[in-house]
């Protein structure tokens, strides 16, 4: 039981075991340090064995802490139905709110994106899609858990596991609902940013075209007449001012010409 709980991708289930029960729930995490995948899930095994309660957490756990430093009200081991049930209703309720810290963060990026494509923006995007995924996978998985904690009647029916009960019901179903719908609302995005950089990256090359072709009306002009060869202009001292204004006047039309085909 110690080494299923101590992997951080074993799946959400239950165990018995003679005497003993392995309960093993899905917890996000956070960790600012890894850019690539900053949202992700772990592993985190409950035991029970001989009226003892064992939790077991594979690297640092908030969820926990939170108990340890008192902040979880009406908060006592002794009731390990109650206990259990808490556990999984902070680790919803954190669910939740990373899943809010992601939608803000995608709505930055979504704005940088729009001013300035970037492959950074990018990247960070699916940094957040790929932890939606694990997010809607890991809360899937702790409700087929669920279920079966509820089927094998490791929870008394009273008054107060039923209220704890309906309160974790309630709030599962909204991060299960809240995850599917900003990873296809992510994934719509992503799709959508690919559209509108190839779309940027087309009128780019359609202005820079359109310049090049404006510029070089003067230089056919100036390259035509300064050739060595004989013409009508040799001897004509307005010669240089009037190849200089036909020139403008060509690029002139051909720039209006590009503005009513909104090619400029």
Partial sequence: FLASALDIDERARIEKDDNATLIITRMPIYDEANKSLMYATMAVGIILVNG????????RNLV???????????????????FIMQILLRATLLFLLYLKQMNNI???????????????????MLSLEKS???????????????????RMGLIR??????????????????????????????SNMMGAF????????????RILTSFTIVLTIPVIFASFYGMNVPNFLEDNRFAFGGIFVLSLAVSGIVIYFFRKRHWL
Avoid: C
């Avoid at 690919?194 to 090359?205: A, E, K, R």
């Fill in 52 to 59: 003892v309660i064992i939790t077991v957490s594979p690297r």
């Fill in 64 to 82: 926990l802490e939170e108990f340890i430093e008192g902040e979880v009200r009406h908060f006592s081991t002794i009731d390990r139905e109650q």
């Fill in 106 to 124: 995608a709505m930055v990026i979504q704005k940088h994106i729009l001013e300035a494509s970037q492959n950074r923006q990018l990247s960070k």
């Fill in 132 to 150: 939606l995924v694990y997010f809607v996978t890991s809360l899937k998985s702790n409700e087929f858990m669920m279920t079966r904690l509820k």
């Fill in 157 to 186: 029916e009273d008054d107060l596991m039923d209220d704890l009960w309906e309160d974790l019901e309630i709030e599962h179903k909204q991060a299960v609902e809240m995850a599917q719908i900003y990873s296809h609302v992510i």
């Fill in 194 to 205: 690919g559209s509108i950089i190839s779309n940027n990256l087309n009128l780019v090359m």
